[in-house]
C-alpha cells in the first residue's frame, strides 16, 4: 500500500510539472533593446517561467533562434509552491556571465523569471566592459516585461528607506572609523543597512582592519553571509595596517572569490575615505575613460606599423612621414636619404631596411620528441596601411 501510495504521489508531481511546462509556453516574451559596442552586440530576453523544465525549455528556443550568436548567457530563480527557491545559471562560454546575471535576480528578488542573454562576439575582446552590457540589458528587459518584484526593489536601497541618494549610506557600526573624516567630496549620512557602506543603488562595501581580522577572523565570514544574495556589486575595502599581511590578504583573496566580492587593499584610512568617495562619484558615470581608444588614421596605423621595428619609437615614424609622407614612400627611400633624417641613425637606418628586406614569410622551427617540424606565419600587419 505504501508504495502505491508513492507511485501515486510521484504521478501527481509530474503532472503538476508537465502543466507547469506547458502553461510556461503561454507567457509572453521580452526583448531588450541592442547593445553595439565594437561590433559585439548584446540582447536580452526574459519570461515568467513556473518551472526548471520552462527555463530550459526557453533557453534552447533562444539557441535555435539565435543560431548565429556566440553565447547565450542563461539565469533564472524560480519559486515553488512550498516556499523553496530553484536558482540556476550557465555562462555558455561567457565565463563569469552567468552568475552576474544571477546575482542581479537576486538582487531585484525576481521570482519565476528566466533571462537569456545573447551576444555576438565583432572580433575584438572587449574586457570587463562586456559584463556592464550584459547587466544593463538584462536590467532593461527585467523593467520591460515588469518582472520584477516591485514590492521590494532592493537596487534602490537608498529610495527604499528615505535615504538621500547622493549621499553614501553609512552603518552605525562605523561610528568612529576614522575613514569617515576623510569622506570630504561627497555627502554621507547613518542609515540601518546591513553593510557598512552602500555607495550606489547596486553597489556595497564592508570595512575591514587586518589587525582586526587576526584578533577576530570569524567576523568577515559571518558578514559576507548576511550579503551573499544582496548588491551586484560587494566590495570588501581592506586597511593594511599590519606589518605581516600577505597570510592574510591571501586568505582574504580567497574568501572574496569565493564569496565573489571585490577586494580593494588599502594602506591608509585616508585611501580607503578616497575609494569610498571615487566609487560614489563615478556610480553614474560611462566607461569611456577605461576603455580603449581606437584610432583608424593613417598615421596612428603608420605608427603602430614601424614601431614593431627594434630602435624606431613614435618620433621617428614622425619624422619618416612628413619627410616621405608614405610607408610605400619609405620603403622605396635609400639609406642615405633615410640618414638625412634627424634622429635616424645608421643603427635605426639598418634596422629599417633590414625589415623591409626581409621575406613576408618567416619559418619557425618547432621541437617535437624526435624531429624539427616548421611552421609558416604569414605577417601581413602592412596589408591595410601600404
Not at 634622429?343 to 625589415?355: P, Y
Request: proline letters at 3%.
Amino acid at each position: 500500500m505504501r508504495i502505491n501510495e508513492e507511485t501515486a504521489t510521484t504521478a501527481s508531481n509530474q503532472q503538476v510539472t508537465n502543466t507547469e511546462t506547458n502553461n510556461d509556453t503561454s507567457l509572453t516574451l521580452f526583448h531588450s533593446s541592442s547593445i553595439i559596442d565594437r561590433k559585439s552586440k548584446f540582447v536580452a530576453h526574459a519570461k515568467k517561467v513556473l518551472s526548471k523544465e520552462g527555463a530550459e525549455s526557453f533557453w534552447r528556443e533562444v539557441q535555435a533562434t539565435e543560431k548565429g550568436a556566440t553565447h547565450n548567457i542563461l539565469a533564472f530563480r524560480i519559486q515553488l509552491s512550498d516556499g523553496t527557491i530553484i536558482e540556476e545559471y550557465n555562462d555558455d562560454g561567457e565565463t563569469y556571465a552567468g552568475n552576474r546575471v544571477l546575482t542581479l535576480l537576486k538582487t531585484l528578488d525576481a521570482k519565476n523569471v528566466v533571462v537569456v542573454v545573447t551576444r555576438w562576439f565583432g572580433g575584438q575582446l572587449l574586457g570587463p566592459i562586456r559584463f556592464d552590457h550584459i547587466l544593463k540589458c538584462s536590467r532593461e528587459v527585467l523593467d520591460k516585461g515588469s518582472l520584477i518584484n516591485t514590492n521590494k526593489p532592493l537596487t534602490s536601497i537608498n529610495k527604499r528607506v528615505g535615504y538621500s541618494t547622493n549621499s553614501i549610506i553609512v552603518n552605525g557600526c562605523q561610528r568612529g572609523n576614522p575613514v569617515l573624516q576623510f569622506i570630504r567630496n561627497v555627502p554621507w549620512e547613518f542609515g540601518d543597512i546591513v553593510p557598512d557602506y552602500v555607495v550606489g543603488q547596486t553597489t556595497c562595501a564592508l570595512f575591514l582592519s587586518l589587525r582586526y581580522h587576526r584578533l577576530h577572523p570569524e567576523y568577515i565570514y559571518n558578514r559576507m553571509d548576511k550579503l551573499v544574495h544582496s548588491y551586484v556589486l560587494r566590495i570588501l575595502l581592506v586597511l593594511v595596517d599590519t606589518d605581516s599581511h600577505k597570510e592574510s590578504i591571501r586568505e582574504l583573496t580567497k574568501i572574496c572569490v569565493i564569496n565573489n566580492f571585490t577586494m580593494i587593499l588599502s594602506w591608509s584610512s585616508e585611501e580607503a575615505g578616497r575609494y569610498l568617495e571615487t566609487y560614489k562619484v563615478f556610480e553614474h558615470k560611462p566607461p569611456d575613460l577605461i576603455m580603449e581608444k581606437i584610432e583608424n588614421d593613417y598615421l596612428s596605423k603608420l605608427t603602430h606599423c614601424m614601431t614593431q621595428i627594434r630602435f624606431v619609437n613614435k618620433t621617428d615614424v614622425v619624422t619618416l612621414a612628413s619627410t616621405f609622407g608614405s610607408l610605400k614612400n619609405i620603403m622605396e627611400a635609400t639609406p642615405e636619404d633615410m640618414s638625412i633624417c634627424p634622429g635616424i641613425g645608421e643603427q635605426k637606418v639598418k634596422k629599417i631596411q633590414d625589415a623591409f628586406e626581409q621575406p613576408f614569410s618567416v619559418l619557425k622551427k618547432l621541437n617535437s620528441s624526435s624531429k624539427h617540424k616548421e611552421k609558416e606565419i604569414v605577417l601581413n600587419d602592412e596589408q591595410d596601411i601600404l
